[in-house]
């Protein structure tokens, strides 16, 4: 079976974006976490088998993300997170992999999204044993990362715009490292 890490972004004291109706990010993350697992179980034929780093709003370092999923010898690693924008124009969807940043609001979405609340009072420090690990496994299978990533965000693209049974149009912002 190929396992399927799915990462609901934030929870527990970290509630990530807050929307202007109170509405937080660890819970809509948290339900897209739930919706995606049932998805692949139903829709998966055996061959997927979706393990969730958290099922209930509970805080996990990204450390403990990671360990998750290394100790769970995961196969492909899905982090749900629902962006915030201070402009009304700002809209849409986009589908990220771990790689050098390829454009400016990449990397601030990557470096507000990756701090943790207790990580935000520390400095990171991109010469650390962890960091240096992290990057050599993700150097390995950035071609797969890359095709993943399009294949997702084509599959989004065409369930909410271009299939006959659109659910809502939704503006495709592209795939993004």
């Known amino acids: ?3 399927v890490i799915v990462d609901a972004g ?4 970290d509630s990530g974006a807050i929307g202007s109706s109170g509405l937080k990010e660890k819970d809509i993350t948290l339900d897209i976490g739930l919706l995606l697992q049932k998805i692949i179980l139903e829709k998966g034929e055996g061959i997927f088998k979706p393990l969730l780093t958290r099922v209930e709003d509970k805080y996990l ?7 998750f ?3 769970s010898e995961g196969d492909i690693f899905i982090s749900l997170h629902v962006n915030s924008s201070q402009s009304k124009k700002d809209s849409g969807f986009e589908v990220y992999y771990n790689a050098i940043s390829s454009d400016e609001s990449a990397k601030e979405v990557a470096d507000r999204e990756n701090i943790s609340v207790e990580e935000k009072k520390d400095s990171k420090e991109e010469s650390s044993p962890m960091f240096i690990l992290w990057d050599l496994a993700q150097n390995e299978f950035l071609k797969e990362s890359g095709y993943f990533a399009d294949t997702i965000q084509n599959s ?6 271009k299939s006959e ?3 809502f149009a939704i503006k495709n912002r592209g795939v993004k490292q």
């Open 1 to 3: 079976q190929i396992k």
């Open 10 to 13: 934030h929870g527990g004291k």
């Open 61 to 67: 370092s990204l450390e403990e993300r990671v360990m």
């Open 69 to 71: 999923a290394n100790q």
């Open 156 to 161: 989004i693209d065409v369930t909410f715009n």
């Open 165 to 167: 049974h659109k659910t």
